[in-house]
């Protein structure tokens, strides 16, 4: 009866969430959840218990506290992470108990974690791109609710079994943390950001279900196995003693929210004998050269800040998707504020002060590299992002061609204007954060480089909207193809070849890192280079240009063309 | 020009659903074609064309459903859009599409509230209206059945159920009958009569002329993506519907037809049955009545005479329209 009114209530508040919980919450499926989520956590209880020592069995154990006895020898020495048992008087062991509550507490959190990401992933995939297939959303779409509204209630209600099994394991792992001696509020705090850290997966995981709505279970395996060996790699590399690595790929990592363990682990009380989640190298990663990850509270805000935006946007594009399916993720204006900010946010990490023994020049020529390669591979993808369906390039040539605004801002136009301006920001940026952090002698080379490797990507993406003005069902694909050969195949040319790119630089500036090859090359080669590029991209968009206007011309005039 | 239409024009206020420039093009063929459809509160207004004339598509861009390549929508004089910035015109619409997907995870009863409160019905009025639906759509026993159980002809009953929860201004119904044998045909139609009673608005696409004829006080029709004739039903008859007597006659027709062809009135006449003849006369009631005397004078043993008028499958046939029934 409870049960009836508090869903009754959430019904009146999301209509979604209500529909989704009424078809899941049965008695069955609750007692079954309930039964699998006391049964794992028992199994992770019982296994952590039986590695505790045996009074009079045990000499040495990882949960001892002990001192070495009087006849040991000086010396050998205990394996790592071992400690001398010693009984009390009673002839109990002295054990360190914080330290086992506070593994228990972290061996809780990575597994919690990993199921409740997984499939909460799964189900939100599977379950939407069903809805799309039997076309029960459409009904679901005509109604007054907003696209949030709908997309909340799916990512609350889809996974709720899982939410249930979650909440049942949370007695346990907060009085694991408490034990454990974490300070109340950072276990509080790493709940929210494990929250947000949800939010932000399963909100890209819905707005990846209506992305192209086909084979909803094979789209659910694929990014369900895709996200766990990213999140697995990336928690490999958080137990790394060395996982700083002074680059993007720090900003990258940030997006793992298990990375929280480690403040978590530092104040616990066993901080010194955790053998998981105890490196604090992170503490080094800068932003802008602000350190930020020194401290537990602000590290976990800013986990709170980025989810936050990385939700928004995911259900920005999630409400355009809802409501126009063949329309693009995100407007072209929409496009320009994400670039700024993802560009922010990349060279952020990618000014920290250069690491290791060497910190010459290298560092930072190869940090650029990779924030530039990166940058450039989400150009290519905003390419197909921002490019409409065929049939609005057809109308629009048809009927609202016109305005050049319309080539940077319209919503039917092709995509190659708004790639444009996005690549010049992105060039933008990097050119002028080379010329201003690079020593002299490499920055004028390395920053023309960064242009002319901007100018290769708009001149691939040209190449892409000419394929995809092309009539057919699976343009995408072979534009795809293409800008991927475009990238790949001169490299494996120039490696059989093994044109060095010291010696002959010509050749890699048609390239998409046109920057390893200018250093030793002429201003004049690179400046002629740059004319060429320019010229070739001009080109190119002649012929796209002619191709919107026959695409634009009527039926008849095309029939009179062809019979002409 | 459409500036100047989208301003909220008295005309536009006034209609339930006013179209201007509509057009929907799918590769290079043009599905609706310029379309400029005004429909009246209260109205039925039956949309009628072949297969392919771009009926479905129309319902579906006035449903929000598909995006117009060009042209505006205004529903009540509000300019409709597909996205969620106009949720007040959302709430004052109810489509019924051809195919009609259900849940069938839920029973009767949890599918209509769902929807009911996707529509902001709150309680005790959603209550009440899932109660009026189910009675008028028949389906009050089946309440607490899985919807997988139903008929084609229940499933459809609830999916018109689903589409009226929220007491819409505008129903717009695609092919509702389709597929329902006459009995649920039947018990359709009078739904819908009793929908119109209340104040809807109805547009309604159907193949099925006689009943649109039944039920509609306008109608559409639709060809090639064009409407290409849009008035009342009354106006259709009075133009393009010829009056007919039908006579039958004991004996065989010869006598019949000697007798008629002294009338002056009568400008032809075509056999419809062994002993009976359809008669195009262009004069009054009273005049056929003359006629009727003239008939029985001559000796002719008349055994059935009454007035005709062309039904609307006639009309739509006559205009030069091919029409699936």
């Not at chain 1, 509204?149 to 709720?160: E, Q």
């Not at chain 2, 009926?55 to 929000?64: G, S």
Request: aromatic content about 10%; glycine content about 8%.
């Amino acid at each position: 009866m409870v049960f009836h009114q508090w869903l009754d209530r959430i019904g009146d508040w999301n209509p979604q969430l209500f529909r989704e919980l009424k078809g899941r919450l049965s008695k069955k499926a609750l007692g079954l959840v309930a039964i699998a989520s006391l049964f794992t956590q028992g199994i992770f209880y019982l296994s952590l218990r039986i590695a505790l020592p045996s009074a009079g069995i045990s000499t040495t154990n990882h949960y001892c506290i002990g001192r070495a006895p009087a006849d040991f020898d000086p010396n050998s020495h205990l394996i790592h992470s071992q400690n001398f048992c010693v009984a009390d008087a009673a002839g109990n062991l002295n054990l360190n108990w914080p330290l086992w509550w506070t593994d228990l507490f972290i061996t809780l959190s990575v597994v919690g974690f990993f199921v409740a990401l997984l499939g909460g992933v799964y189900l939100l995939i599977q379950d939407l791109g069903k809805e799309q297939k039997a076309g029960t959303l459409n009904f679901v779409k005509l109604s007054p609710q907003s696209a949030q509204a709908i997309a909340i209630g799916k990512i609350l209600g889809v996974p709720s079994l899982i939410y249930v099994g979650l909440a049942l394991v949370l007695p346990l792992h907060f009085w694991a943390g408490l034990r454990g001696g974490i300070p109340l509020p950072l276990i509080l705090l790493f709940y929210g950001v494990i929250t947000a850290s949800y939010g932000f997966f399963y909100s890209g995981a819905a707005l990846y279900s209506l992305v192209n709505p086909t084979q909803p279970a094979l789209k659910a395996w694929l990014a369900t196995g895709g996200l766990f060996y990213l999140m697995m790699g990336s928690t490999t590399f958080l137990l790394q003693e060395n996982s700083h690595v002074g680059n993007l790929m720090d900003g990258v990592n940030l997006f793992n929210p298990l990375h929280m363990l480690v403040y978590l682990g530092q104040a616990s009380a066993a901080a010194e004998q955790l053998l998981t989640f105890n490196y604090d190298s992170l503490a080094d990663v800068s932003f802008f050269r602000v350190y930020l990850w020194e401290n537990g509270a602000i590290a976990g805000l800013i986990y709170l800040l980025l989810y936050g935006m990385g939700i928004y946007w995911f259900l920005q594009a999630f409400r355009r998707k809802f409501h126009y399916l063949n329309g693009t993720l995100l407007s072209k204006k929409q496009s320009y504020g994400l670039t700024a900010l993802l560009t922010i946010f990349g060279l952020g990490f990618t000014v920290q002060s250069p690491l290791g023994a060497i910190a010459d020049h290298n560092d930072w020529l190869f940090n650029f590299l990779l924030l530039s390669l990166a940058g450039s591979c989400y150009l290519f993808t905003l390419m197909a992002v921002l490019s409409p369906s065929f049939q609005s390039l057809q109308d629009w040539s048809r009927y609202q061609k016109g305005e050049w605004q319309d080539w940077f801002f319209g919503e039917r136009s092709p995509a190659i204007g708004a790639v444009m301006v996005n690549v010049a920001i992105v060039t933008g940026a990097i050119a002028l954060a080379v010329a201003v952090i690079v020593a002299p002698p490499y920055k004028i080379s390395f920053a023309l480089g960064v242009v002319m490797q901007g100018l290769m990507v708009v001149l691939l993406c040209v190449v892409a909207q000419r394929v995809l003005l092309k009539k057919g069902k699976r343009q995408g694909i072979g534009a795809t193809i293409l800008v991927t050969s475009g990238v790949i195949l001169p490299f494996i040319f120039l490696g059989i070849n093994g044109v060095n790119p010291e010696l002959q630089a010509a050749p890699w500036f048609w390239t998409i890192i046109p920057m390893v090859a200018t250093e030793n090359a002429s201003l004049a080669s690179i400046f002629l280079t740059i004319l060429g590029q320019m010229g070739a991209i001009a080109v190119l968009h002649w012929v796209v240009g002619r191709r919107i206007q026959q695409l634009g011309t009527s039926e008849l005039k095309q029939t009179l063309t062809t019979a002409g | 020009m459409l500036a100047a239409q989208s301003t909220s024009s008295p005309i536009i206020d006034q209609m339930a659903i006013a179209t201007f420039n509509l057009t929907k093009q799918f590769d290079r063929q043009v599905a609706v074609s310029d379309v400029e459809l005004q429909v009246q509160s209260g109205e039925v207004y039956g949309l009628i064309g072949p297969n392919g004339a771009g009926k479905t598509t129309l319902i579906r861009m006035l449903a929000t459903a598909e995006e117009p390549t060009l042209g505006e929508i205004y529903i009540h004089g509000d300019r409709l859009l597909r996205d969620d910035s106009n949720p007040h015109l959302k709430q004052r619409l109810g489509y019924l599409p051809d195919d009609f997907p259900l849940y069938d995870d839920l029973n009767v009863w949890d599918y209509l509230d769902y929807f009911a409160r996707l529509y902001n019905l709150h309680q005790p009025r959603r209550r009440r209206r899932l109660s009026e639906v189910l009675e008028l759509v028949q389906l009050t026993h089946k309440r607490d059945d899985k919807i997988a159980t139903l008929s084609r002809g229940m499933k459809q009953r609830l999916s018109l159920a689903r589409t009226i929860i929220h007491e819409p201004l505008l129903l717009l119904l695609d092919e509702p009958v389709s597929g329902l044998d006459p009995i649920a045909r039947m018990q359709f139609r009078e739904i819908i009569k009793v929908l119109q009673e209340a104040g809807m608005t109805i547009l309604i696409s159907s193949h099925v002329l006689s009943d649109l004829a039944e039920l509609c006080s306008s109608v559409g029709i639709m060809e090639l993506g064009y409407l290409v004739e849009s008035t009342s039903l009354e106006d259709l008859y009075q133009r393009l519907s010829r009056q007919y007597l039908v006579v039958s006659t004991l004996d065989n027709l010869d006598g019949l037809v000697g007798e008629l062809k002294q009338q002056p009135l009568v400008r032809s006449w075509e056999s419809c049955a062994p002993n009976r003849l359809q008669v195009e006369f262009a004069g009054t009631p009273a005049e056929s009545t003359a006629l009727l005397k003239d008939l029985i004078a001559a000796g002719i043993p008349v055994s059935e005479f009454y007035g005709k008028t062309e039904d609307l499958e006639s009309i739509f046939l006559k205009l030069g329209h091919q029409q699936t029934t």
